[in-house]
């Protein structure tokens, strides 16, 4: 028996078709670049996120760039953040020439609303939190703070699209909220994609700007920027995703909830919740587990392909071994139990069934 940790292949036929279709569309009238597509996509997302504006973006780390570039956010200027996510994040903040200051998680993996304001200075100009796993941070907690001193809201949403808490959509809460479309995610392209949704109508203006080379009027260059526009045929793939979007949403939960209810006594599961005002669009199933490392190796001799995201927490990374060494320690013992296991909205009953065997195994055999 082989489970597979994602599997991105469409299987579906009637599904593939429509796929097929929507890339013809775009075929025949040759608007690769800016077609009408990406209006359309940009229309949905924000009211799917019930926000003003969105502007497709070739991909979740030009978003989060873009993102900060728009705020004037650079040299000298402080980004609280937190260590546990993928290292886009701490990329995004290193290119506008920022300073990273991290806060430690919480059991949730989601940055701990309690330590941020002991990390804020007179320099400190944004919150990065992200949401890990497809979790909303306690958003109503840090947008307090973020208000009593003056702060932007960036909210890395890349994690949790469709996501809801408070009645609120992920990436709705702050002043910007970034989105990946990866193949990887719950809401995804077939190649790379990315959106920011805003209120903010001068923000929404600059991030126009920004994505066709600090271009206005697709001529005059009036800021230093990179391309980064969405790629019209992503944009049509993802007009036809969306409408399946809750769907998987609710067959990702039914999962986990299976997962949970056979697991709960033996690893630490994921909370999941799916009532309307504050539901979790799940990226990635992941259980704390004693002894992790020999788990994932006897999962992956039973032929269960389980991944450990991440392993080392972004500011350990060799690339930021500049910075100075940060107190986390619960950020630290979460990734080293931290698993994650097969889990895909077309992930077969058989298959979960028998990852859930193996893992009790596993333990019932040690004791
Ligand atoms: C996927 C991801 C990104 C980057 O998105 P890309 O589209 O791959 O560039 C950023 N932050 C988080 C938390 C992500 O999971």
Known sequence: MKVKFKDLRVLDARHRQRLLHAIEDVLKHGQLLLGPEVDLFEKKIADYCGVEYCVGLASGTDALLLALQ???????DEIITTPLSWISTLHAIHFVGATPVFVDIGED???SV??????????TKAILPVHFKGRICKMEAINKIAKKYSLYVIEDAAQSFGSSYLGKKAGSFGDIGVFSMNPMKVLAACGEAGAIVTNNKE?????????????????ICTMHSLNAKIDTIQAAILMENINHLDEIIQDRIKIAKFYNDNLSDIVTCPEINDSPQNR?????????????DRLKSFLEDNGIEAKIKHAILMPDQPAYSHLSKSDLPVARRIVS????????EKLDQVDFAYVAKKIRAFYETKN
């Open 114 to 123: 309690a330590l941020i304001e002991d990390k804020i200075s007179s320099k």
């Open 109 to 111: 993996f989601n940055i």
């Open 337 to 344: 139990q931290i698993l994650s296991l097969p889990f895909y």
């Open 203 to 219: 923000i929404y203006d600059k991030i126009m700007h920004l994505r066709y080379l600090g271009t206005v009027d697709r001529e």
């Open 70 to 76: 728009s705020l004037n956010i650079g040299k000298g």
């Open 280 to 292: 979790i669009a799940l990226f990635d199933y992941a259980i704390l587990a004693q002894d992790r």
